[in-house]
């Protein structure tokens, strides 16, 4: 679980003349280029297995799975649940607009002998029909893109699905349990990579700022993030808009109900 640390007293300075990657612009698709280097080892590092197979646990129940349903992870990062999943036996792939996390996921299975299937691809183009019994979409990538890419991509992933398939999601960024206790600035510290994380918050667009700060082997590297912060409400009305129904919101993996100041909002469904 992700430490923060208070940012008011940096525990070392920052160079403020480190060069920036001005290709990070929230402007552009910033998720394309954002997950190289250390941004993927710090989320490597960021959540530990007992927490990924807490999780898995979660999803086997929730998306009704059993050995050899055939699953999506997506995005999958460095297949963190996926490969967890896969060795519970369900058929799963994983897609990633990162190459370095689809490398490290391929790695990882290979190294573990499961079958599991790893392609670098836009969470937007999913190439299915009516094929698959589950997908998944967890850690905060729901609201990356703007309202019409994120309504397509649950549009996507209905139509993906089997009729009685299912779908969860998992964002802690939604207004009910991010804007209660918005952390302006907060360090974490992962072994000898530190990160710290500024963030701002703009009404009129709805959408969270984030600067990040990877500091490691004596090298800053600055990275920007942007994401669409929807309240449970909108969540719901998109969900149904793209042909889910049976949407439920829990606040927790043990299915507390979801309410002001839950620490995420997770919600399932079913294609209709």
């Keep these: 679980m992700l430490r923060p640390h208070s940012a008011s007293t940096p525990a070392f300075p920052v160079p403020s003349n480190t060069p920036r990657n001005t290709d990070m612009s929230v402007s552009t698709e910033w998720w394309s280029r954002f997950f190289t280097g250390p941004a993927v080892e710090f989320w490597r590092r960021a959540l530990p297995p007992d927490h990924t197979a807490a999780e898995a646990v979660f999803l086997e129940g929730a998306l009704g799975l059993r050995p050899g349903s055939r699953v999506i992870d997506v995005p999958c990062g460095h297949g963190r649940i996926a490969l967890e999943l896969a060795a519970r036996g369900a058929r799963v792939s994983g897609i990633d607009i990162s190459e370095e996390a689809i490398a490290i996921a391929r790695g990882e299975a290979a190294a573990r002998g499961l079958d599991a299937v790893f392609e670098v691809g836009d969470m937007r183009d999913l190439p299915f029909e009516a094929e698959l019994d589950a997908v998944f979409c967890f850690g905060n990538s729901f609201g990356y893109l703007d309202d019409a890419g994120n309504a397509l991509f649950l549009e996507r992933v209905a139509r993906a699905l089997r009729r009685g398939g299912r779908f969860a999601m998992d964002t802690g960024y939604v207004a009910e349990s991010l804007l209660p206790q918005l952390v302006k600035r907060a360090w974490y510290e992962m072994g000898d990579l530190t990160c710290l994380a500024?963030?701002?918050?703009?009404?009129?667009?709805?959408?969270?700022?984030?600067?990040?700060?990877?500091?490691?082997?004596?090298?800053?590297?600055?990275?920007t993030a942007s994401s669409r912060i929807h309240t449970c409400l909108e969540v719901v009305r998109l969900f149904e808009r793209a042909g889910l129904r049976e949407v439920e919101c829990f606040g927790s993996i043990d299915r507390k109900p979801f309410e002001l100041g839950s620490p995420s909002l997770i919600v399932t469904a079913t294609r209709s």
Excluded: H, M, N, W
């Design 198 to 223: 500024a963030r701002s918050y703009d009404p009129r667009t709805a959408r969270l700022e984030v600067e990040y700060r990877f500091i490691q082997d004596g090298k800053v590297d600055i990275r």
